[in-house]
């Protein structure tokens, strides 16, 4: 019988673990075939910043693990790529969060996202470029650009933004250069890059996975979780990662007992039990028509499933709250930025840079402006005083105000009147979305369509709208509300089948595919 060999720009974890069952293809070929496709496409998107020198001889491992026991049962996850976002820590390679600053700086620690996907025998292949300090060193600079990487592109257009901080992970994973990318969001950084890249993305609610080891922003609103090509593997990964953790105070308030997530996104039926709302129009951002055109067939499809009720729903608000809960959520972000970077640098066991604190990086990047900020990147207004000192009744006042009308006054008054098991939106930065982000509630992303070709494209580089550029479908739910997300958007996944439709500029769709390189190594 001839073998089926999947195309990596779309493949899933379950199709690459059931090849390698079959004895078709190993892990060592998976990480030859990732590291070649990288190769070729990282000079357009500029996507990755470093290869895990150690990938193969762990791959090796792998298959060596598999041979000598093949009866054994193992995390789905073992002897997958995986690409991870350069703000997590990992003892092989450098966490630099983008800056220059951090180049060769050591921890004792690495991060338990990183340390729990080794556990599940998963292989770091690499480290995503990201926007520098997760983009929160000034509004003014481009998303995706980072004083180690470069200038990060969307993986469908040769000049595009790709979005949020966990730009190269979204890039990276349009392109179909690792099996699965791991990012961060403290608001959007997930989801906005997965909507901008053709990718699901899944942003958990803060206390489900740990945030130790992982660059921070906010304590408040701080979360690393999956993108991927596919609900299921973003389920799986979600599987590995998620978990108490001494180091992280958060995931004590976790619920004990989880529920297994792959098996929830493998029940895509789940949805014919549910209530979901979908927002009227006119929240925050209007639709374009386009987006909104694509919204509504996406509705018409959920809807044809049969047995979900889809209902229109509408948070009262007002500009002014708005505005007010703007100047809140940056006032705390800021707040907890700073001591958050300090206490961060203050633990690492070696900084070459010698910057130990926030006034140190800010200097460093004064004194080495021509690689940290080049021409539209100069801008690091986030960091520097007086932007970042808050009294601390202020930086309380504001928090308790995003809070209570995230929640209470929000997010659960929503789902509370309306008797909802999740929300549907037309785009991540509708209002749902954002409450959820300073409510620290889950939100996840499928692919939902692309710009049509008479779109006019913006004029600033890189471009943050232009023809063929995705966007996405969002849904959000209440706390630890996960497993009803990943099966409702395993549902919208199998009827849109967006994903498959949509393809990478040329310079950024890699030629080497996993048939060459077995056929290659067989030959």
Known sequence: MAVHYPDLLSTSILDLQTGIAAGHWTSVDLVNAYTARVAEANPALHAVIALNPDALSLAAACDAARAAAPAET????FGIPLLIKDNISTQEMDCTAGSLALVGARTAHESTVASKLKEAGAIILGRANLSEWAYF??????????????????????????????????????????????????????????TRNNCVG??????????????????SQDSAGPMCATVEDCAIILDAVAGPDDRDEATKRAPAARPSYLAAALDPGAIKRARIGRPKYGEKVPPAPYIQQAFDAAVDKIRAIGGVELVEVELAWTDALSEQLEKDEFQCLITEFKDGVNTYLAKLDEVP???????????????????????????????????????????????????????????DKLFADYKLDAVITFSDRCLVSWLSAMAGYPLCSVPLGFLPDDVEPTKVLPLRRAPGFPFGLVMVGLPWSEAKLLSYAKAIEQVTQVRKTGKPFKAALPTTNLKDIVQSRTA
């Not at 899944?202 to 304590?219: H, N, Q």
């Not at 604190?357 to 402006?369: K, M, W």
């Open 353 to 411: 840079s010698g910057c130990r604190t926030l006034d140190d990086l800010i200097q460093f990047n004064i004194d080495h402006r021509e690689q940290e900020m080049p021409e539209r990147n100069a801008g690091q207004d986030m960091s520097v005083p007086p932007f970042a000192r808050c009294r601390l009744p202020v930086y309380l006042e504001a928090r308790e105000r995003c809070l209570r009308h995230s929640t209470k006054e929000g997010l």
């Open 74 to 77: 193992r995390s789905p996850l």
């Open 202 to 219: 899944l942003k958990p609610t803060i206390g489900l996975v740990s945030r130790a080891g992982v660059v921070p922003i906010s304590v």
């Open 137 to 194: 060193r000034s509004w003014d600079n481009s998303s995706g650009f980072s004083g180690v990487g470069g200038q990060t592109y969307c993986a469908f257009h040769p000049q595009g933004d790709p979005s949020g901080s966990s730009s190269g992970s979204g890039s990276a994973m349009g392109a179909g250069l690792a099996a699965g990318t791991i990012g961060s969001e403290t608001d959007g950084s997930i989801i906005s890059p997965s």
